[in-house]
């Protein structure tokens, strides 16, 4: 697979470029790469639709390096072509798409040299294209006005000026939705979403039944309100329960849809995935399993030994190895001592003569904070949780043999977990290490 990151170039973002180049550097020599560096607003999108036509039948993972205007501009370059993957390395401040996948690591390079590769849709927007959500009316005014607060300076306040205004001058809009032929609205409305994503404005989960590769998209119109119910509902639409509650749904027109029709006397905006676009009557359809995105692994580490027998040792520090592990010398302590014990377990007992296989690995979630280690193996079924806690306050010769070692576990580990799952024990250990 070659790789080419396409990094967002503005003067300000420099350091993304940096972070690239030294997760590369850390990834090895044998990454196949290049790197490209936008030069202005759609020239990510135009860099990759001409590399896509001069190399049609490569295969080729464009990894957008940026936040969400990065992210849509190398999509738009990529529909239509065969053989081509996405990544994403976040770091706008916001990636509202990503916030669908919140046990994934989009930060992390080798992590996403790990992943798996899942089909996802995208919307077609008469000649453009989101993967996300398609915002018209009070929304996408928002973001027309907090536009033209970044260019008149004030970039600290630009969003909140931009609310601001459009609560003033943006709740009535005279606009016309039309899903699979249904009308969805009669008179003027507030808002409305079309959406492939769950989340838009960096927290408002606006379709939280969406499906990223259900070939529907969620279409949710808000009608006109006055101000003081509009601030009611606000908190409601925020945390994505207003398709439950039912004083907020009688306001909502929702739908799922394969077609849209956007219509409109006047020139008005709609925001594709932040970005916007001006025009009388837009045109949505929705592209199925269009594009091949890259998943980070969850796992971080993983590795299958076989046979296990006389490899406890290897086993463990192979486990201690993970770059997940802190750096604490405490909790370095306790965290080995819960690896040799669960090990041990599977070495000596799993398997007749310890001939079979076990997989072990390491998550961190992207917060930093809790350390997963995973253990898997084909062996006897044997959940250790069953066993009942040894009498600690009886002397060694009083206490029954055996229970000891998952007796400290559970002491030592913040969450231990058993589940049995295709013919596969899987012990789940988890420890807050931040």
């Known amino acids: 697979m070659h790789y080419i990151f396409i990094i967002n170039g503005r003067s300000d973002k420099s350091a993304i470029m940096d972070d690239v180049k030294r997760q590369i550097q850390e990834a090895g020599a044998s990454l196949d790469y290049e790197m490209y560096s936008t030069r202005g607003v759609g020239d990510g999108t135009r860099f990759v639709r001409i590399y896509c036509d001069l190399h049609p039948r490569d295969k080729v993972c464009f990894v957008a390096c940026g936040g969400s205007g990065t992210l849509n501009e190398v999509v738009s370059g990529m529909v239509g072509s065969s053989g081509k993957y996405l990544a994403v390395m976040a ?4 990636n509202d798409f990503l916030k669908c996948f919140p046990d994934h690591d989009f930060t992390s390079l080798r992590k996403m040299l790990e992943g798996d590769v899942r089909k996802v849709d995208i919307m077609k927007v008469n000649d453009d294209y989101a993967i996300n959500v398609i915002n018209i009316g009070f929304d996408a ?20 000026w ?17 899903a699979d032929g249904e009308r969805m609205n009669r008179r003027r409305m507030l808002l409305c979403t079309v959406s492939n994503g769950r989340v838009c404005g960096g927290e408002f989960v606006c379709a939280p039944r969406a499906e990223l590769d259900d070939g529907w998209m969620e279409v949710c119109l808000v009608r006109r309100m006055l101000l003081l119910t509009f601030l009611r509902i606000l908190p409601v639409y925020r945390r994505g329960e207003h398709l439950d509650i039912p004083w907020v749904r009688r306001r909502i027109r929702y739908k799922r849809a394969k077609h849209v029709e956007v219509v409109s006397r006047d020139l008005v905006d709609i925001a594709l995935d932040g970005e916007l676009l001006s025009s009388h009557s837009f045109q949505i359809d929705i592209l199925p399993k269009e594009i091949n995105l890259i998943l980070p692994s969850v796992v971080t580490m993983k590795k299958r030994f076989e046979p296990i027998v006389d490899k406890c040792g290897e086993i463990i520090d192979y486990l201690m190895s993970s770059p997940d592990i802190p750096q604490d010398e405490a909790l370095q302590f306790k965290i080995r001592l819960s690896i040799e014990e669960a090990v041990e377990n599977v070495v000596r ?17 992207p917060k930093g904070v809790m350390l997963t280690i995973l253990l898997r193996d084909a ?41 049995y799952e295709d013919g596969c024990n899987i012990l789940i250990m988890k420890k807050k290490v931040a």
């Open 162 to 178: 931009g609310i601001f205004r459009a609560v003033f001058f943006k709740r009535n809009n005279r606009i016309r939705v039309v």
């Open 91 to 94: 770091y706008g401040e916001t």
């Open 349 to 365: 007992y799993a398997y007749d003569g310890g001939m079979g296989w076990i997989e072990v690995g390491t998550e961190l979630d």
């Open 141 to 160: 005014a928002v973001a027309a006005f907090g536009y033209q607060a970044m260019e008149a300076g004030r970039v600290k306040n630009a969003y909140r």
């Open 379 to 419: 062996g006897v079924p044997f959940n250790p949780l069953d066993k009942p806690d040894p009498d600690v306050t009886l002397s060694a010769e009083d206490r029954a043999i055996g229970g000891l070692g998952i007796f400290l576990c559970k002491k030592l580990m913040d969450e231990i977990e058993y589940k």
